[in-house]
């Protein structure tokens, strides 16, 4: 396919032949943000009735360690059944996991829920970027990677309308169901669209690593149990572990002959390496705003679960629109804008800092707006060279090692944002003390791996320059 497709605009992706496809891959990515918004919405409705806000995060977490574990699976799975097989077993799953949280009785049932959604979710996103690898020329990519992104601003209205609604009514359990009901119209959509199989040329030996993911997964459950662990010892021996699990994973990654990651993921000297890293922690940087921010927003400034979901949900109408406008930019400006994008996250949670314990909601809008813009403009140039940065043999992992990387940002950031919040007073009973000592520490902390972002989107612009 030629690469000056480029060259003639969002026409050259809007294809006859190709709009089937992309129709399904919008629609699996409107029902992973739909699903965000809406747990978002409704995950305060949640603890009050079913208690739990020391493990605010755990839902999060154990969603998205469980997509992990279904992301590492779905490239395997892929070459061996087909992507049309794996995207539909993928919403099938998430439908399970979606109906069973509607009966909990606990905040542990809702856990238990969000794993099994998880892992539906999981194979649903990763073997997306394979299809999207497989179905569209590199010209065209970082275009389908934003056109993607704007499912996000369909979700805006109908992750947080949704949720909002129900929990408005006490009936939070019904949001559950309504994803439920989604997954299944998208599975029968996808078993009549998507191919049955991909070519030998993507096709690959790759084999389930177990041993790894269990790391991956150990790290995350680390991290998690220091947010409620009682002991400050107990602490900082659990964030040390998580530290040695990943580390040990990457080491064990890098010499095995069937990988999870790129056989230069995290390389500081490759630009697949830098853009997962900056991946990575893009997504730790924008974790906290969904979990975190609408309790904030309903304890302290007196919003129902309808408007708080709708003020988070400008982050993600932000992230699309600045994908959207900036998909098409030059080699050159696209690494201005993946330098300016962390320095605007970073802006953003100073100023969500300041403001979220005192501030007037219409100053809060623009400030959580701002970090949605800041990842956005960015997204699909980080994405993008993360595919064509690839090593031979390498590309169909390198396109799933996209959202595989995302999940684990974050997860990390999601059970870090527990340590943080409940380390400010954020446990137990909510008060407004402690709840506002959370809404400034929770911001203030994670400007630091917005300024890491930085520093790795400034060193890939050096290494893609001498490709």
């Not at 649903?124 to 704007?150: G, I, N, Q």
Request: positive net charge; charged residues 10%; contains cysteine.
């Amino acid at each position: 396919m030629p690469q000056d497709l480029a060259l003639t605009g969002w026409s050259s992706l809007l294809r006859r032949e190709w709009l089937p496809t992309l129709a399904i891959l919008l629609g699996g990515v409107l029902l992973q943000s739909m699903n965000v918004l809406m747990v978002t919405t409704v995950l305060p409705s949640i603890v009050r009735e079913l208690g739990g806000v020391a493990v605010l995060n755990w839902p999060t977490t154990a969603y998205l360690a469980s997509s992990i574990v279904a992301a590492s699976c779905a490239g395997a799975l892929a070459s061996v059944i087909g992507p049309r097989a794996v995207y539909c077993a993928g919403v099938a799953t998430f439908a399970l996991g979606a109906l069973f949280c509607s009966l909990a009785q606990s905040m542990d049932w809702i856990v238990a829920g969000r794993l099994v959604q998880g892992f539906g979710g999981g194979l649903e996103a990763a073997v997306a970027y394979v299809v999207l690898r497989e179905t569209f020329p590199e010209a065209v990519w970082s275009r389908a990677v934003a056109l993607m992104s704007t499912s996000w601003s369909v979700s805006v209205l109908l992750g947080p309308l949704v949720g909002g609604l129900f929990a408005r009514f006490g009936d939070w359990r019904g949001a559950f169901v309504t994803a439920a009901v989604v997954a299944i119209v998208l599975m029968a959509g996808a078993f009549f669209t998507l191919p049955s199989a991909i070519s030998k040329r993507q096709a690959s030996r790759l084999g389930v690593p177990a041993g790894r993911v269990a790391l991956i997964c150990l790290a995350i459950a680390a991290v998690s149990f220091a947010s409620v662990a009682v002991w400050q010892l107990a602490k900082v021996g659990l964030i040390v572990l998580a530290i040695a699990a990943l580390a040990a994973m990457l080491r064990l990654d890098r010499g095995a002959s069937r990988r999870l990651l790129p056989s230069d993921a995290f390389s500081w000297s490759t630009p697949t390496g830098v853009a997962l890293w900056l991946v990575l922690l893009l997504s730790i940087t924008f974790s906290p705003l969904q979990i975190y921010v609408p309790l904030f927003l309903q304890q302290l400034h007196g919003l129902d679960p309808l408007t708080a979901g709708l003020v988070v949900a400008t982050a993600s109408l932000a992230w699309s629109t600045g994908s959207i406008v900036t998909a098409g930019a030059s080699p050159s400006r696209a690494d201005r804008l993946m330098s300016i994008g962390p320095v605007t996250m970073a802006a953003s949670l100073i100023a969500l800092a300041v403001l979220l314990p005192h501030a007037a909601i219409l100053w809060l809008i623009p400030a959580i707006a701002l970090l949605g813009a800041g990842i956005g403009q960015c997204w699909p140039f980080v994405a993008q060279r993360v595919m064509a940065g690839a090593r031979e043999g390498d590309e169909t992992v390198a396109a799933s090692s996209v959202p595989t990387v995302q999940q684990i940002g974050v997860a990390l950031g999601a059970a870090t944002a527990g340590v943080i919040a409940n380390a400010s007073g954020l446990s137990g009973a909510l008060s407004d003390e402690g709840v506002a000592r959370a809404a400034f520490w929770l911001p203030v902390s994670f400007v630091v791996p917005a300024v890491l972002a930085l520093l790795a989107s400034l060193r890939l612009s050096r290494l893609w320059a001498q490709r």
